[in-house]
């Protein structure tokens, strides 16, 4: 009975902790959000308050468009995110496979070699990968940062789509072996549907580093060509003046493909995060 009577507690508990959680996460994006349609005098003067008609202004907007070409920013941005998350998605997956379903001398070692991709971080190799795509001559050049974002997110994916087509029944896959399909038939008809849910949380979890990462734009790719919007954001930091509205504004851009992808994956990122604890 008390068990009956604590569990309920216990769920609205872990439900007010998530709220706050979510509340504490979303209050500096609903600031940058806000402050980039306020003058730079309301910004300073009351940072909390919404715009009004007296304090509403576009002009970070205006000078974002106006002054960077923010567009070619947003659409190598866009390049470099979805090539690295296909990338990382289709041969995570492809990897997951192999490594769950095969049992071969060194499967182990090839799982231990690859958590230590999640491990050790990969700017600790910034000087020996600039100087691999200098010799190859893919400095400020877009395939250099999809080759490193390819390399940084699929230790991750395999580490989690491996655990997820363990739980794949066998007899699925042995009735597609008994019905003639080949063994990449059986991977992308019968498991790859499957992995939809963790491969939604890998996304996620892949996406966010590399569209909000500023440190190897600023070193592989730092031509005005080849900025991404991180990057382009710096444009309107300066050692003693900066433009805090096109600050504002610029990053209130770069957060529409998050929130966007959250909103196209919501459903399958909670369904492959909770379903592992699921039995």
Excluded: C
Aim: glycine share 6%; net charge positive.
């Amino acid at each position: 009975m008390s068990q009956a009577r604590s569990s309920p507690a216990r769920t609205a508990a872990a439900h007010a902790i998530l709220i706050v959680y979510t509340l504490i996460a979303l209050f500096p994006v609903l600031i940058v959000v806000m402050n980039s349609f306020k003058s730079r005098k309301a910004i300073f003067r009351s940072p909390l308050s919404p715009p009004n008609a007296e304090t509403f202004d576009l002009i970070g907007y205006q000078t974002v468009l106006a002054q960077g070409n923010f567009p070619l920013y947003f659409q190598n941005s866009v390049v470099v995110t979805v090539a690295a998350l296909a990338i990382v998605l289709v041969f995570g997956a492809m990897a997951a496979f192999a490594l769950a379903e095969y049992r071969f001398r060194g499967n182990a070692l090839m799982g231990l070699y690859l958590a230590l991709g999640i491990m050790i971080p990969i700017r600790l190799g910034t000087v020996a990968i600039l100087e691999m795509m200098v010799a190859s001559g893919l400095v400020n050049t877009l395939t250099a940062l999809v080759l490193v974002y390819s390399a940084q997110g699929l230790p991750l994916a395999i580490f989690i789509l491996t655990e997820f087509t363990r739980q794949i029944s066998d007899d699925l896959k042995n009735a597609g072996r008994i019905d003639g399909l080949s063994e990449y038939r059986i991977f992308f008809r019968l498991v790859l549907p499957l992995l939809r849910p963790p491969m939604a949380t890998v996304a996620v979890f892949t996406m966010i580093p590399i569209w909000n990462d500023l440190w190897f734009p600023l070193i592989l790719a730092p031509a005005e060509a080849t900025k991404t919007v991180t990057l382009g954001a710096q444009l309107f930091l300066g050692q003693f003046v900066t433009n805090w509205n096109a600050v504002l504004a610029a990053l209130s851009l770069a957060i529409l493909p998050v929130m966007v992808l959250y909103l196209i994956f919501s459903r399958q990122l909670i369904r492959g995060i909770t379903s592992g604890a699921v039995k």
